[in-house]
C-alpha cells in the first residue's frame, strides 16, 4: 500500500519563503514521476512540477524562478521550496506519484496522492 506524506506549509508573509517536503512509501514502481500540484477552491489542480527516476526535474516556466524542485526520486522523496511568497500562491499543495515518466504534467495520470498541505500568505 502506497502512503505519500506531505509536511511544511503554514501561514507566512508576503516575501517570505516555505519549503514543503514529501516521502512517499510503498513504491513498487521501476519507473515513475514525483511531482507537485497545488489547488485553490474551485480551480483545478495545477502542476507546479516534478522530478523522475531519472532524476530529471521540469516544472512549467510560469513556475520560475521562484518554484524550485528537488530531490531524490530513487529514495521516493521530493521538496518544493517557494522563495518571494506572494498572496497569489495562497493553496494547498499535493504531492503525487505517478507511474512511468510520460504525462508527468497531467494531473489525472496520477494514481497516488498525499492530503495536502496548506500554504497561507499573508499581507
Not at 521540469?58 to 522563495?83: C, E, H, Y
Amino acid at each position: 500500500q502506497v502512503s505519500v506524506v506531505e509536511s511544511g506549509g503554514g501561514t507566512v508573509q508576503t516575501g517570505g519563503s516555505t519549503r514543503l517536503s514529501c516521502v512517499v512509501s510503498g513504491n513498487t514502481f521501476r519507473y515513475y514521476c514525483l511531482a507537485w500540484f497545488r489547488q485553490v477552491p474551485g480551480k483545478e489542480r495545477e502542476w507546479v512540477g516534478h522530478i523522475d527516476t531519472d532524476e530529471d526535474i521540469r516544472s512549467p516556466d510560469s513556475m520560475k524562478p521562484r518554484f524550485k524542485i528537488s530531490g531524490d526520486a530513487a529514495k521516493n522523496t521530493v521538496a518544493l521550496q517557494i522563495d518571494n511568497l506572494q498572496p497569489e500562491d495562497t493553496a494547498t499543495y499535493y504531492c503525487a506519484l505517478k507511474e512511468f515518466m510520460t504525462g508527468c504534467s497531467i494531473t489525472k495520470f496520477y494514481s497516488d496522492w498525499g492530503q495536502g498541505t496548506q500554504v497561507t500568505v499573508s499581507s
